[in-house]
């Protein structure tokens, strides 16, 4: 049964960086069949995809648009996890964050999700 | 403001039927598969459709989904009060100004009366 551990602080300083760590078992990072995201939820942005990294003989990184010059997603395959970093966070950023497994069929689809994370960005 | 149009609420009785609509573009639906997901409060969203109109192992036949040109829409039959969550459709938006990003609907309220 594959599950996603999500780990990190709920609570994160404006400017600072947010980091969040994904532990997968049951699969791995280094799959050759999926993609691991990281994905946000807050009332005022609705579900918002953030990236994704994966790996095709060779590691890939896609960021969404509205992020991509903060974030980065790294992964950790001596540990079989996945973390994202998202830089100058400001009150904007406070949201639930969600790794999840991205599958492709026909087009990719996310079916597992990590439990999720409350981080809120205050001083 | 989503790039994927849903209406924000839709009610049914128990045993009823309802559709749930997800109104897009040729830059998104239009050329892309859609999945639909299922958010019980509380709990992170559950993969419910894929590929348009595939389930997954272990999701009831009483969901369906379906594409037509820019809009997809998904259906639940034989409501059950454990059915009332929110949900919503995703899928990959490819733009010129933007590149290429996942989407996702703004998510629907299904209240079963």
């Known amino acids: 049964q594959v599950q996603l551990q999500q780990s990190g602080p709920g609570l994160v300083k404006p400017s600072q960086t947010l980091s969040l760590t994904c532990a997968i078992s049951?699969?791995?990072?280094?799959?050759?069949?999926?993609?691991w995201n990281w994905i946000r939820q807050s009332p005022s942005r609705g579900l918002e995809w953030l990236g994704r990294?994966?790996?095709?003989?060779?590691?890939?990184?896609d960021y969404a648009v509205s992020v991509k010059s903060r974030i980065t997603i790294n992964p950790d395959t001596s540990k079989n996890q996945f973390s994202l970093q998202l830089n100058s966070v400001t009150p904007e950023d406070t949201a639930v964050y969600y790794c999840?497994?991205?599958?492709?069929?026909?087009?990719?689809?996310?079916?597992?999700w990590g439990r999720g994370t409350l981080v809120t960005v205050s001083s | 403001q989503s790039v994927l149009t849903q209406p924000p609420s839709v009610s049914a009785a128990p045993g009823q039927k309802v559709t749930i609509s997800c109104s897009g573009s040729?830059?998104?639906?239009?050329?892309?598969?859609v999945s639909w997901y299922q958010q019980l409060p509380g709990t992170a969203p559950k993969l419910l459709i894929y590929?348009?109109?595939k389930r997954p192992s272990g999701i009831p036949d009483r969901f369906s989904g379906s594409k037509s040109g820019t809009s997809a829409t998904l259906g639940i039959t034989g409501l059950q009060t454990g059915d009332e969550a929110d949900y919503y459709c995703?899928?990959?938006?490819?733009?010129?100004?933007?590149?290429?990003?996942?989407?996702f609907g703004g998510g629907t309220k299904l209240t079963v009366l």
């Open positions: 999840a497994r991205a599958w492709r069929g026909f087009s990719w689809y996310f079916d597992l």
């Open positions: 590929d348009n109109n």
């Open positions: 990294t994966y790996y095709r003989s060779k590691w890939y990184n």
């Open positions: 995703g899928t990959w938006d490819s733009s010129l100004s933007a590149g290429s990003n996942w989407v």
């Open positions: 040729s830059s998104n639906i239009g050329n892309n598969y």
């Open positions: 049951g699969d791995s990072v280094s799959s050759n069949s999926a993609a």
